[in-house]
C-alpha cells in the first residue's frame, strides 16, 4: 500500500458529517459516495446514526434491526469510505430517549448495563465502526457515562475514537447542558480517553455567527483542538458561508488550530438541498482544508456489487410501502423503482 502523503495525515481541523437519514421518501437508498468522489471533498469522520437500546428489546438502526436488508447499501458504502481513509464511526442517543436511563446503560445494576452493553459493543464490531459517538441528550449519571466510556476503551483499544456530542453550552455550564452529567468533570478525570467532542453550536445552545460562544469555551479551559463546532447543514440561508468562514478564520487567527466543523446531518444539506447535499461538504473543505483532498479509487467491480447492493436496499425498503393497502397504486411501487439513481458506473477511475 501506498504509504499516506504527509500533508494528508493530519485529520485536524476535522470535516465531520452525520449521517441519519438514510433513504428518501420513495425508499430508495440515499449514497454516501459523492462524499469522496470527484466532489473536491476531504471529509476525515462520517458519523452513521442513530443507534438505539431498547429496554427489554433489541438494538436498532434509527427503526429497524441493524442487520436489516435495507442497509445493505449503507453498510457496504461505508466499507468503501473506510477504504477511502474517512473515519467511519456510530452515534448511539440522540434526541429519542432510551439508550441511556436507569432500566438500559445508566442502570445502577452491573448486570443490567452489560446486558446492553453487548449489544452495542456486537453492532460495533459486526460493522467495523471505528469509533462511537455518544450523544447524550437525556439526564445521566455520571458514573453512567465514564463506566461506559472506560469500557469502551478497555474493549475496543487505543485507536478506537470516542466522541461525545454536547450542546455547546454545556461544555461552560451544567445548567445549560442536556446530559445530566458535567462535561468539565468527566474531561478533568477522563478527558484522555476522549478524543474530541461533537458540540452542537446551533438551536440556541450556541452560535456561530462570532466567535464569542466558542471563546468562552476556550476560556472555561478546554483545548480548541478537541471542540469541534456543530453546525445544522439545513440552515444554511443567505449568507452564511461566508459568515461562518468569517468566524472560522477570526478563531484560527486567535487560537491556532481548532477541532473542525461537524455538520448534522447529510441528506438535505444546504446550499444543495435532497439533490446535491455534498455541496454543503465542498464548501466547508474550502473553509478548513483547501489542498487536503484525497485522490480515491474505484473499480468496475466494486462499483457492480453497490449497484446490486442498492437493489436489494431498495426492495427490502418498498416490500414494506408496497404490501400495504393502496401500494399497487402507489408510484413509488412501479418497477421503474428499482432502477439505481445513483450512477455508481460513473464513479469508476480504476
Ligand atoms: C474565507 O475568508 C478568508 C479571509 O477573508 C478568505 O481569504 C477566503 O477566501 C474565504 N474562504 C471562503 C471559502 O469563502
Known amino acids: 500500500m501506498a504509504a499516506t502523503p504527509p500533508h494528508l495525515e493530519s ?7 452525520y449521517f441519519q ?3 428518501d421518501k420513495g425508499s430508495r437508498p440515499i449514497s454516501m459516495l459523492p462524499l469522496v468522489f470527484a466532489q473536491h471533498i476531504a471529509l476525515t469522520h462520517l458519523i452513521v446514526c442513530t443507534i438505539h437500546i431498547h429496554k427489554d428489546g433489541v438494538i436498532h438502526l434509527n427503526d429497524h434491526l441493524p442487520s436489516d436488508p435495507r ?3 449503507l453498510w457496504l458504502e461505508t466499507y468503501i469510505m ?8 456510530g452515534m448511539i442517543g440522540g434526541a429519542a430517549g432510551g439508550s441511556f436511563t436507569k432500566s438500559t446503560l445508566d442502570s445502577d445494576d452491573d448486570r443490567t448495563f452489560e446486558h446492553y452493553y453487548q449489544q452495542l459493543a456486537a453492532v460495533i464490531r459486526q460493522y467495523n465502526l471505528q469509533g462511537l459517538d455518544i450523544d447524550v441528550e437525556q439526564p445521566m449519571s455520571q458514573h453512567g457515562i465514564n463506566r461506559l466510556i472506560l469500557r469502551l476503551r478497555l474493549d475496543f483499544g487505543g485507536t478506537f475514537i470516542i466522541t461525545l456530542a454536547p450542546v455547546a453550552s454545556g461544555l461552560t455550564s451544567s445548567y445549560r447542558s442536556l446530559s445530566g452529567f458535567s462535561y468539565p468533570v468527566l474531561e478533568r478525570e477522563h478527558g484522555q480517553l476522549i478524543d474530541f467532542y461533537n458540540a452542537q453550536f446551533y438551536n440556541g445552545f450556541g452560535r456561530m455567527q462570532s466567535t464569542t460562544d466558542f471563546d468562552n469555551v476556550v476560556a472555561a479551559g478546554w483545548n480548541p483542538t478537541k471542540i469541534v463546532i456543530g453546525q445544522l447543514t439545513d440552515g444554511w440561508q443567505g449568507n452564511a458561508h461566508a459568515a461562518l468562514n468569517n468566524t472560522i478564520v477570526e478563531l484560527q487567527k486567535k487560537w491556532g488550530v481548532i477541532g473542525g466543523v461537524m455538520g448534522w446531518e447529510y441528506f438535505n444539506s444546504l446550499p444543495g438541498g435532497e439533490k446535491a447535499p455534498w455541496k454543503w461538504a465542498q464548501v466547508m473543505t474550502k473553509i478548513l482544508r483547501p489542498g487536503l483532498v484525497p485522490e480515491i479509487r474505484m473499480t468496475r467491480e466494486t462499483a457492480m456489487e453497490l449497484t446490486r447492493a442498492w437493489v436489494e436496499s431498495a426492495r427490502a425498503g418498498l416490500a414494506v410501502i408496497c404490501a400495504s393497502v393502496g401500494g399497487a397504486v402507489n408510484p413509488a411501487c412501479a418497477p421503474s423503482a428499482l432502477i439505481p439513481n445513483v450512477d455508481y458506473m460513473g464513479m469508476v477511475n480504476a
Open 11 to 17: 485529520e485536524i481541523p476535522r470535516l465531520v458529517i
Open 21 to 23: 437519514t438514510t433513504h
Open 71 to 73: 442497509f445493505k447499501t
Open 82 to 89: 473506510r477504504q477511502s481513509g474517512v473515519k467511519v464511526m
